[in-house]
């Protein structure tokens, strides 16, 4: 199982992340896109890397507004997995905008 990030490591890791928020239990970050088909487009991409990583986020999708939601359901919070996936969340956005 993957080791929970306490509240200071997250912290510190929100802070080299684009417009996250969050604690230990858990991390998000919304987004708006141009359009809805340049949002799906976002959640396509997104998909491809959390089946690479085997860790997925919650993502919810309001139109061409999404807010991905990270959290590692088994270990209870945030991990390091959490934040590597919002890494690749960022470049995939910055890669669109």
Known sequence: MADLLTAEA???E???LTE???DPTGISRTVQLG???D???VVDRVA???ERLDHHPDIDIRWRTLTFHC???SAGGVTRRDVELARQIDDIVRSVR
């Open 14 to 16: 929100l802070g080299g």
């Open 71 to 73: 959290v590692t359901h």
């Open 39 to 41: 949002a799906i487009a």
């Open 20 to 22: 996250w928020s969050g």
């Open 35 to 37: 359009s809805f088909p």
């Open 10 to 12: 997250v912290r510190k």
């Open 48 to 50: 491809v890397v959390a």
